[in-house]
């Protein structure tokens, strides 16, 4: 892909597609925890696919919203065990808007308990950041330090601060980052003007990869019930089995919907990094995260009840799209954490102002 | 038949929804409507119906030689969702507008069309389904409701119920047997124009759980059926009316029923309001987008002529089961008795809400039949 603008999502979703078939097998998915799957990242990065979302100019493969969504919605299909979204267009965001150079191999973002203070020159970077993706394995950190009415972004090299291993419901690494007065200095820091930006935009990534996980979910059970056979027969063809099965498809195609509805509202923003800040579509990203969240639970919930004991063995790979699923909806806000701000924010409008919110999602906004 | 037509603009649509709602509020003001739940069926009221037709608002969407105005579907859409919201007394025409107007468009005579069309899109006439009947429900196949050949056209008999609105509407869409039906239960059903003023036609209203009628029994006995009122071709009855379930089962009011509730309880809630409140919120508002894209995506695919059954069940399903849950959701946070006629607006439409929860997931096709569509579409694959 090099420095060719990206024409096509299907195209896009295509290659990402036969990467993954190709490398990332469930034995790689289900090794991952105890080793990082190099062949994988590689055959992801030589493509360009760990680059897309964050501009040419930058090192990145070009693209925005609506390809970097095809890019993860698919990785999650297949549960790829690899900060793809941190390294795109999560750490590649800041680090374009701040206009810093991609630096090479898998990158991710912390925030948290970070501080920064001013030392003669230069920043002093001290705090620390918990769940951090991937931090043992990254090549650079990016840290997102909170202001008043900013954020300072500074990337760092994963050997400066010190990284305490922890893990996720899916056993995805999920470090805790200890910074002892990183000196700043010779490092990358920029200013951002949104402080929420990181979150929002996690949200929608976690939301997108619920939507794929859904469908890889979906796809496997309906699988299973029409080759598991009880009582002489498959059991779909028992209507019990059926409606679940129903219930199932109905919270997989609400999941991707809410998705693409958020990924459409945030790509209808165009124009400079101001219009581009003050129109974060949160309320878009808030309702994806919400509806996504509700799904995976009861997606998880059906798909093991009709995989049977089978489901919940290591062995059987129904567990790292589940658990990766359980994981997800908490991870930048849970349903909770969202469905209130975008009640507040709704409230504030008032019952007209809502409803008129309601239907002009995904409208564009344009400088 | 499908002009080509270009979608409107962001900017046009929103012209036309500020129209809308400004016509609405007039309305609204003027004492023409007071605003309720499940309103596109529970508000039938001839007048507002004309209105909205003097205005073409009604078939906004079909050709201009049958009384539309060769608009995108989208514009029927916002529309129609605008009118869901504010609670508007939309019945009389629903149904004319919702089924029978494309089953014509699609199945019907140019004459059938010339006569109906016009009148559906002037808010003038009215249509009811007749299909349900007392041992006829989910297994809609097994109608015995009969249409025997006569001279110049049928003689029906038989027994329909739960029909929407049959004693306030001038004609029905009946779906009888014209043939035996076959191995599969399928063949030799067929559609017809029933007059429901013609002799031999008997309508009495059933009262509801809430007191009102909106549905009615009709009892057929022997009426006549003139042979220019069959829709489609004979025996084509029952693909015919999956194709017409696809728009009765897809459209914004398998969600929007409930709005007027929704907005009240938003607007009575305020900016600081308690947390419970919010998250409450949050979560209607995330559904009612999620849901919105799932519609209108259906509503895309039926303009470009497909019959996406299976997608339209599941659509109702998901719509149906958040429009019971609102309720509750909203009962458990807004700390008020929900009471019939009472002066507070959130307890009246509460109890309104409250009445017409149970219909939502039968009407149109209950809940277990559609998740079997549903099912079915899953294992074709
Ligand atoms: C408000 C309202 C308006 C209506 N308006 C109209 C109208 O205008 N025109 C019209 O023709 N009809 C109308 N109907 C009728 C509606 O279409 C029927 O109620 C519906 O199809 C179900 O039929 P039934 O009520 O006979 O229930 P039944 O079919 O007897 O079902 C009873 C229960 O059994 C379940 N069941 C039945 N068969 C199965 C199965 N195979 N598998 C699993 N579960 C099953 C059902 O899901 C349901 O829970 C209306 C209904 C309502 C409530």
Same mark, same amino acid.
């Not at chain 1, 750490?91 to 991710?108: K, M, N, R, Y």
């Not at chain 2, 029994?217 to 022997?222: A, C, H, I, K, S």
């Given at each position: 892909?090099?420095?060719?603008?990206?024409?096509?999502?299907?195209?896009?979703?295509?290659?990402?597609?036969?990467?993954?078939?190709?490398?990332?097998?469930?034995?790689?998915?289900?090794?991952?925890?105890?080793?990082?799957?190099?062949?994988?990242?590689?055959?992801?990065?030589?493509?360009?696919?760990?680059?897309?979302?964050?501009?040419?100019?930058?090192?990145?493969?070009?693209?925005?919203?609506?390809?970097?969504?095809?890019?993860?919605?698919?990785?999650?299909?297949?549960?790829?065990?690899?900060?793809?979204?941190?390294?795109?267009?999560?750490?590649?965001?800041?680090?374009?808007?701040?206009?810093?150079?991609?630096?090479?191999?898998?990158?991710?973002?912390?925030?948290?308990?970070?501080?920064?203070?001013?030392?003669?020159?230069?920043?002093?970077?001290?705090?620390?950041?918990?769940?951090?993706?991937?931090?043992?394995?990254?090549?650079?950190?990016?840290?997102?330090?909170?202001?008043?009415?900013?954020?300072?972004?500074?990337?760092?090299?994963?050997?400066?601060?010190?990284?305490?291993?922890?893990?996720?419901?899916?056993?995805?690494?999920?470090?805790?980052?200890?910074?002892?007065?990183?000196?700043?200095?010779?490092?990358?820091?920029?200013?951002?003007?949104?402080?929420?930006?990181?979150?929002?935009?996690?949200?929608?990534?976690?939301?997108?990869?619920?939507?794929?996980?859904?469908?890889?979910?979906?796809?496997?059970?309906?699988?299973?019930?029409?080759?598991?056979?009880?009582?002489?027969?498959?059991?779909?063809?028992?209507?019990?089995?059926?409606?679940?099965?129903?219930?199932?498809?109905?919270?997989?195609?609400?999941?991707?919907?809410?998705?693409?509805?958020?990924?459409?509202?945030?790509?209808?923003?165009?124009?400079?990094?101001?219009?581009?800040?003050?129109?974060?579509?949160?309320?878009?990203?808030?309702?994806?995260?919400?509806?996504?969240?509700?799904?995976?639970?009861?997606?998880?919930?059906?798909?093991?009840?009709?995989?049977?004991?089978?489901?919940?063995?290591?062995?059987?790979?129904?567990?790292?799209?589940?658990?990766?699923?359980?994981?997800?909806?908490?991870?930048?806000?849970?349903?909770?954490?969202?469905?209130?701000?975008?009640?507040?924010?709704?409230?504030?409008?008032?019952?007209?102002?809502?409803?008129?919110?309601?239907?002009?999602?995904?409208?564009?906004?344009?400088? | 038949?499908?002009?080509?037509?270009?979608?409107?603009? +962001?900017? @046009? %649509?929103? *012209?036309?929804? &500020?129209? $809308?709602? /400004?016509?609405?509020?007039?309305? #609204?003001?003027? !004492?023409?409507?007071?605003?309720?739940?499940?309103?596109?069926?529970?508000?039938?009221?001839?007048?507002?119906?004309?209105?909205?037709?003097?205005?073409?608002?009604?078939?906004?969407?079909?050709?201009?030689?049958?009384?539309?105005?060769?608009?995108?579907?989208?514009?029927?859409?916002?529309? +129609?969702? @605008? %009118?869901? *919201?504010?609670? &508007?007394? $939309?019945? /009389?025409?629903?149904?004319?507008? #919702?089924?029978? !107007?494309?089953?014509?468009?699609?199945?019907?005579?140019?004459?059938?069309?010339?006569?109906?069309?016009?009148?559906?899109?002037?808010?003038?006439?009215?249509?009811?389904?007749?299909?349900?009947?007392?041992?006829?429900?989910?297994?809609?196949?097994?109608?015995?409701?009969?249409?025997?050949?006569?001279?110049?056209?049928?003689?029906?008999?038989?027994?329909?119920?739960?029909?929407?609105?049959?004693?306030?509407?001038?004609?029905?869409?009946?779906?009888?047997?014209?043939?035996?039906?076959?191995?599969?239960?399928?063949?030799?059903?067929?559609?017809?124009?029933?007059?429901?003023?013609?002799?031999?036609?008997?309508?009495?209203?059933?009262?509801?759980?809430?007191?009102?009628?909106?549905?009615?029994?009709?009892?057929?006995?022997?009426?006549?059926?003139?042979?220019?009122?069959?829709?489609?071709?004979?025996?084509?009855?029952?693909?015919?009316?999956?194709?017409?379930?696809?728009?009765?089962?897809?459209?914004?009011?398998?969600?929007?029923?409930?709005?007027?509730?929704?907005?009240?309880?938003?607007?009575?809630?305020?900016?600081?309001?308690?947390?419970?409140?919010?998250?409450?919120?949050?979560?209607?508002?995330?559904?009612?987008?999620?849901?919105?894209?799932?519609?209108?995506?259906?509503?895309?695919?039926?303009?470009?002529?497909?019959?996406?059954?299976?997608?339209?069940?599941?659509?109702?399903?998901?719509?149906?089961?958040?429009?019971?849950?609102?309720?509750?959701?909203?009962?458990?946070?807004?700390?008020?008795?929900?009471?019939?006629?009472?002066?507070?607006?959130?307890?009246?439409?509460?109890?309104?809400?409250?009445?017409?929860?149970?219909?939502?997931?039968?009407?149109?096709?209950?809940?277990?039949?559609?998740?079997?569509?549903?099912?079915?579409?899953?294992?074709?694959?």
């Amino acid at each position: 892909m090099g420095s060719d603008p990206i024409a096509d999502t299907a195209l896009l979703e295509q290659l990402a597609r036969d990467v993954l078939e190709r490398s990332c097998g469930a034995e790689v998915v289900a090794s991952s925890e105890s080793a990082w799957p190099e062949e994988l990242w590689r055959a992801l990065d030589t493509t360009g696919l760990t680059r897309v979302g964050v501009s040419e100019a930058r090192g990145g493969a070009g693209g925005g919203w609506a390809e970097a969504a095809a890019i993860l919605r698919t990785a999650a299909r297949y549960a790829a065990p690899v900060p793809l979204a941190e390294t795109s267009v999560l750490a590649g965001w800041a680090l374009d808007e701040a206009a810093v150079e991609l630096p090479g191999g898998p990158l991710t973002v912390a925030r948290g308990d970070l501080r920064v203070e001013r030392r003669r020159d230069g920043w002093i970077l001290s705090g620390r950041a918990d769940r951090v993706p991937w931090a043992r394995e990254s090549s650079w950190i990016v840290m997102f330090v909170d202001r008043r009415d900013t954020c300072l972004v500074a990337a760092v090299p994963s050997d400066r601060p010190r990284i305490v291993r922890s893990l996720n419901l899916a056993r995805e690494p999920r470090d805790t980052v200890i910074c002892d007065e990183i000196d700043l200095r010779d490092l990358p820091v920029a200013e951002l003007e949104s402080p929420t930006g990181l979150v929002s935009r996690g949200a929608l990534v976690r939301a997108i990869q619920m939507s794929g996980a859904l469908d890889r979910v979906l796809e496997l059970t309906v699988e299973y019930a029409s080759v598991r056979r009880q009582f002489g027969r498959a059991i779909a063809e028992f209507q019990a089995v059926q409606q679940e099965l129903a219930l199932l498809a109905g919270e997989a195609a609400a999941a991707r919907a809410a998705a693409d509805e958020a990924v459409s509202a945030v790509a209808a923003v165009t124009g400079t990094p101001s219009t581009r800040a003050a129109h974060t579509r949160r309320e878009e990203v808030a309702a994806a995260k919400v509806r996504t969240g509700i799904a995976a639970y009861e997606g998880a919930r059906i798909a093991h009840q009709l995989h049977g004991a089978i489901g919940i063995t290591f062995e059987h790979q129904l567990h790292h799209f589940t658990s990766r699923l359980l994981s997800w909806r908490e991870e930048y806000g849970n349903e909770r954490r969202w469905a209130t701000e975008l009640g507040r924010l709704l409230a504030a409008m008032g019952g007209e102002g809502t409803w008129r919110r309601l239907v002009t999602a995904g409208d564009p906004v344009a400088p | 038949m499908t002009l080509a037509r270009a979608a409107p603009s +962001t900017h @046009e %649509l929103g *012209a036309l929804r &500020a129209e $809308v709602r /400004a016509f609405l509020a007039e309305a #609204r003001a003027a !004492g023409a409507f007071i605003p309720r739940c499940d309103s596109w069926i529970s508000g039938h009221d001839p007048e507002f119906s004309r209105e909205l037709g003097r205005r073409g608002w009604i078939g906004r969407s079909w050709p201009a030689r049958y009384g539309g105005r060769d608009r995108d579907e989208l514009e029927r859409y916002a529309i +129609t969702e @605008e %009118l869901l *919201a504010a609670g &508007a007394p $939309v019945a /009389a025409h629903w149904f004319a507008q #919702r089924q029978t !107007g494309p089953l014509l468009l699609r199945h019907g005579t140019e004459a059938q069309r010339r006569r109906f069309l016009p009148a559906i899109a002037g808010g003038d006439c009215y249509f009811a389904i007749l299909m349900s009947e007392p041992n006829a429900g989910s297994d809609l196949a097994s109608v015995r409701t009969s249409a025997e050949p006569v001279a110049g056209g049928w003689r029906v008999t038989g027994r329909k119920v739960w029909t929407s609105h049959a004693h306030k509407s001038h004609f029905g869409v009946l779906l009888c047997r014209t043939g035996p039906p076959g191995e599969r239960r399928h063949e030799g059903l067929s559609q017809l124009i029933l007059d429901l003023h013609a002799p031999g036609v008997t309508i009495r209203p059933i009262r509801l759980l809430s007191g009102e009628s909106h549905f009615s029994e009709v009892t057929l006995d022997g009426a006549f059926v003139p042979d220019d009122m069959l829709v489609g071709s004979i025996g084509n009855g029952w693909s015919q009316v999956l194709s017409e379930l696809a728009f009765e089962r897809s459209g914004p009011e398998r969600f929007l029923s409930t709005m007027p509730l929704i907005l009240e309880f938003i607007d009575a809630a305020g900016p600081d309001c308690a947390p419970e409140t919010a998250e409450t919120i949050g979560l209607l508002a995330a559904q009612l987008w999620t849901m919105r894209r799932m519609s209108m995506e259906i509503a895309r695919a039926l303009a470009a002529g497909d019959a996406p059954a299976a997608r339209a069940a599941l659509v109702k399903d998901i719509g149906t089961r958040f429009e019971q849950w609102s309720v509750e959701a909203i009962r458990r946070v807004a700390g008020r008795e929900p009471a019939p006629e009472s002066a507070d607006r959130i307890s009246s439409l509460l109890a309104q809400a409250i009445a017409a929860s149970p219909t939502v997931t039968l009407r149109g096709g209950t809940s277990e039949i559609l998740r079997g569509v549903v099912a079915r579409e899953l294992a074709s694959r």
